[in-house]
């Protein structure tokens, strides 16, 4: 969503988002569904300050067998944007929820979505997987050992069973 800041007065503005945000990537090529809201107050004639929350499915690989995994991520955010007429440097949303910096705009305009990818990408989680006892892929062979017994002595031609079957 494109939100439009010489539309907004001294009240302050809300935002209720339900889409999905396409991202591309390795390991997150996906469709993610996310719920957020933002809210938009105008401080004075060039700042912007800009408070939501999200919540979002994700679909991770699991750490061990890397079988897909749904995760809720939720998380709030703030950014403060300046609209500028110089342009900047900076045109990065370079913000993370904790430490947010004054993001520099040349265009009267904030993309919702770079600011929900940019928070749920933050919100990921470091360590996923699809169970607690998953048991990973063999290293030996790469099966799914959740699944699959393991193939690794029948593929070894130097097994006393290899030796039988001549
Ligand atoms: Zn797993
Ligand atoms: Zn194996």
Redesign the pocket.
């Given at each position: 969503m494109k939100i439009l800041l010489t539309d907004i007065g001294s009240e302050r503005r809300r935002y209720r988002i339900e889409e999905s945000i396409h991202f591309s990537g390795t390991d997150l090529e996906q469709s993610v569904p996310v719920e957020a809201e933002i809210t938009v107050k105008r401080f004075n004639k060039n700042l912007f300050v800009v408070t939501g929350s999200l919540q979002a499915r994700v679909t991770l690989p699991?750490n061990?067998?890397s079988?897909g995994v749904d995760c809720e991520v939720a998380e709030d955010f703030v950014y403060t944007f300046r609209l500028d007429d110089e342009p900047q440097i900076s045109k990065e949303y370079g913000c993370s929820d904790e430490d947010c910096e004054t993001v520099y705009l040349d265009e009267p305009f904030i993309e919702s979505d770079m600011i929900l990818k940019e928070q749920i990408f933050l919100a990921l989680p470091t360590h996923c997987?699809?169970?607690e006892m998953?048991r990973?892929l063999c290293d030996g062979c790469g099966v799914n050992l959740?699944n699959n017994a393991c193939q690794c002595i029948e593929d070894n031609s130097g097994s006393p069973f290899a030796v039988l079957k001549k």
């Open positions: 699991c061990r067998c079988t997987l699809c169970d998953c990973g959740n």
